[in-house]
Nanobody, 124 residues
Framework: QLQPVESGGGLVQPGGSLRLSCAAS????????TAWFRQAPGKEREFVAA???????TVADSVKGRFTISRDNAKNTVYLQMNSLKPEDTAVYYC??????????????????WGQGTQVTVSS
């Protein structure tokens, strides 16, 4: 069964960094689009970044220049490197994977497999 598992969340001060990991079981990530979304309390789920099967990336304007998405095929893991964190980055971050091969997608509705989420809190 396709199931991403997130890790790496936590509490960090403004201006700090965190790296989130999304590990896959049951499938190899390099054949599927994978993305990070986030949801803050009282707000709708928001797209953060995506990496497609061919390595192409898309990053939301709100985090561009601060967040980077990457993939390590040998470890079958996708990462979200978050730098210069701000209090407004506080949210539960979810990893999502496509259920179909070789698509370039970014819309939440197109991702069929979701992790449980990891909490990121940016606060002094």
């Amino acid at each position: 069964q396709l199931q991403p598992v997130e890790s790496g969340g936590g509490l960090v001060q403004p201006g700090g960094s965190l790296r989130l990991s999304c590990a896959a079981s049951g499938f190899t990530l390099d054949a599927y689009a994978t993305a990070w979304f986030r949801q803050a309390p009282g707000k709708e789920r928001e797209f953060v970044a995506a990496i497609n099967w061919n390595g192409g990336t898309t990053v939301a304007d709100s985090v561009k220049g601060r967040f980077t998405i990457s993939r390590d095929n040998a470890k079958n893991t996708v990462y979200l490197q978050m730098n210069s964190l701000k209090p407004e980055d506080t949210a539960v971050y979810y990893c999502a994977a496509d259920l179909y091969y070789y698509r370039n997608i970014v819309a939440a509705a197109d991702f069929g497999s979701w992790g449980q989420g990891t909490q990121v809190t940016v606060s002094s």
